[in-house]
């Protein structure tokens, strides 16, 4: 059983920067696809990044292109999502989440999901 724990959330300026931490325990995430994922009040949870298990392929939601870098550390068992250029619509609670099998856009398909750290973005 894969436990997932995020960090680095907080309160942050508009233009600011965050990098959140997703750790993983339990077992290794070396073959997992690790996804982002964000949920703001009385919205929709949203998917954010994608990161395939090797590293080489990522994905995003079109609202953070440019802005927002998904990237692993399998040695570590941790994946990261730096945020720059943040936006007061960024603010959402956070998590990671984890899936065997081929990237996914649909949490629905993710075996394993943390717990979420909340960012917020003032302006």
């Known amino acids: 059983q894969v436990q997932l724990v995020e960090s680095g959330g907080g309160l942050v300026q508009a233009g600011g920067s965050l990098r959140l931490s997703c750790a993983a325990s339990g077992g290794t995430i070396s073959r997992y696809v690790m996804g982002w994922f964000r949920q703001a009040p009385g919205k929709e949870r949203e998917f954010v990044a994608s990161v395939h298990w090797y590293g080489g392929s990522t994905a995003y939601t079109d609202s953070v292109k440019g802005r927002f870098t998904i990237s692993r550390d399998n040695a570590e068992n941790t994946v990261f999502l730096q945020m720059n250029s943040l936006k007061p619509e960024d603010t959402a609670v956070y998590f990671c989440?984890?899936?065997?099998?081929?990237?996914?856009?649909?949490?629905?398909?993710?075996?394993?999901r943390g717990q979420g750290t909340q960012v917020t973005v003032s302006s």
């Open positions: 989440a984890a899936r065997a099998g081929g990237s996914s856009r649909s949490l629905s398909e993710y075996t394993y």
